[in-house]
């Protein structure tokens, strides 16, 4: 257990609706990020913040995708209208400016 | 364009040592980090270089050459549980950080 934590671990969900998942970083890191994963891949960056700023966002994430850190500690990320090719690994992870990063145990998605 | 390069796979022997080796290009350098990740769980770190050499962590090493673009992570002492993808990843910029593909190593008795 790294101290990051994210729910739901898992999702399963039909194609078109929304989802939302939610990570709970190690409490002193500034610093907040998404990566998505599938098989046999590396964790792809999403986004990541800084306290409540979002410093970057993936150009690979659609505008279906939305990320908050409303108040610098935990965030959110949320799919709208899911495609099958959403399914995938969301991993969550946080650091302290300059450290690496802590990955939490992630949200599977299967879209169906 | 950024790119990182690792083998796909490896396989070593109980006891013995293994290279897994990566090759970067990318837009900036602040950076590189070497992660385990077994099947089914979330990357965890091993190690950090961001100058020109080699660190060493227990039975871990990693070693690091900027102007070559290229880093290596040595594993001594091989142990079964050591069979896991091992992901390279470079800290382009202050925060954003790009993964290789991971190598996928098997340990067998």
Redesign the interface.
């Known amino acids: 257990d ?1 101290g990051v934590s994210q729910n739901p671990r898992h999702k399963i969900t039909k194609r078109g609706q929304n989802v939302t998942f939610r990570c709970d970083p190690i409490s002193e890191h500034n ?1 907040l ?1 998404w ?1 998505r994963q599938t098989l ?6 999403l986004t ?1 913040f ?1 306290n409540e700023a979002q ?2 966002k993936s150009r690979l994430l659609s505008d279906r995708f939305s990320a908050e850190r409303p108040k610098g500690s935990f965030s959110t990320l949320e799919i709208q209208r899911t495609e099958q090719g959403d399914s995938a690994m969301y ?1 969550c992870a946080s650091s302290r ?1 300059g450290h ?7 949200t599977r998605l299967t879209v169906t | 364009g950024q790119n990182i390069d690792q083998p796909t796979e490896m396989t070593a022997t109980e006891g013995a040592i293994v290279q897994i080796n990566c090759t970067y290009q990318t837009s900036g350098f602040n950076g590189l980090f070497w992660y385990q990740q077994h099947a089914g769980e979330a990357p965890t770190f091993l190690s950090y270089n961001v100058l020109d050499g080699l660190e060493e962590k227990g039975r871990f090493s990693s070693f690091l050459s900027r102007s070559k673009g290229y880093s290596y992570l040595l594993l001594k002492e091989l142990q079964m549980k050591d069979s896991a993808s091992y992901l390279c990843a470079v800290r382009e910029e202050a925060g954003k950080s790009t993964f290789g593909d991971g190598t996928t190593l098997t340990v067998k008795p």
């Open positions: 790294t610093r990020y990566y046999g891949q590396g964790p792809e960056f990541y800084q410093l970057e991993l400016q690496e990063q802590y990955f939490g145990p992630g």
